[in-house]
């Protein structure tokens, strides 16, 4: 009997684990409605059509929520430090959201002022942007794009972007701010009818990768009918004689 009850125990508890495990649901209405450790929920507003990134042909939505520290909870007062604004845009599609929002930051790196990077923080990789009295930190996650921060500070709590990598992980590639664009819309290779098929009785050379000692490629040359024939004499016009001569 002894037996039998510790093995019941045994597949509660791992039952248990598994339901526990995992990430956090991505919220309905993009943020988190709740406090968040030691940060206080305060403040809902969505959804806001007029987002930060714009991609073009795929519409996106805005949610925000404020969170404030328990300790100005308390004391009844809010400073710069106290307070953590949260921005989720949602977008249709994930078309476009990671190359949209490296062309943002990138952006925003020229103009003067705002210092941007590319760090790991929160256990994520993403992007910190430090400008004249104001920090964020920013990422895209599949239809998402994440910004953590707030007015008036100088550095964002890695607890919060924790918080919300645990829901939208990042997607954001290594040398985002140096390397190439990541890929859009736009960049996919053709398939399907697009795609020009192989024709045995035409086939085109790939002129840019062949090997010149092992492949000759023939001169084009015309048909007989084709051949045009020269139009002036191929001789020498014989000068005319003075008179008198």
């Known amino acids: ?4 009850f510790v093995a019941v125990v045994s ?7 598994g339901a526990c495990g995992g990430h956090p649901p991505v919220p309905q209405r993009g943020v988190v409605e709740g406090d968040l450790g030691s940060w206080k929920f305060r403040r809902f507003q969505g959804p806001l059509l007029d987002v930060e990134v714009w991609i073009d042909g795929n519409k996106g939505e805005a ?8 300790e100005a909870e308390k004391r009844g007062h809010i400073d710069d430090k106290d307070l953590v604004n949260v921005t989720v845009t949602r977008y249709e599609r994930p078309d476009g959201v990671v190359r949209e929002t490296v062309k943002l930051v990138r ?18 990789r993403a992007l910190t942007i430090v400008g004249p009295g104001e920090a964020w930190v920013m990422w895209p996650s599949n239809t998402h794009v994440i910004k953590v921060g707030g007015q008036g500070r100088t550095s964002v709590p890695e607890a919060m972007v924790a918080s919300y990598a645990e829901r939208f992980p990042s997607q954001l590639p290594g040398g985002s701010l140096e390397g190439p664009l990541p890929p859009g819309p736009g960049d996919k290779p053709k398939t399907g009818p697009e795609k020009d098929k192989y024709d045995p009785n035409n086939p085109t050379p790939d002129l840019d990768h062949y090997d010149p000692k092992k492949v000759k490629i023939p001169e084009k040359t015309l048909p ?14 014989s000068k005319p004689r003075k008179k008198g001569t």
């Open 107 to 124: 952006r925003l790196a020229q103009e003067k002022g705002y210092q941007v990077d590319e760090n790991k923080i929160g256990g994520i």
């Open 1 to 4: 009997m002894r037996r039998v």
């Open 11 to 17: 597949v509660v508890a791992l039952g248990l684990t």
């Open 63 to 70: 949610f925000s929520a404020s969170y404030i520290t328990n």
């Open 224 to 237: 007989p009918e084709q051949v045009l024939e020269p139009t002036h004499d191929p001789k020498p016009a």
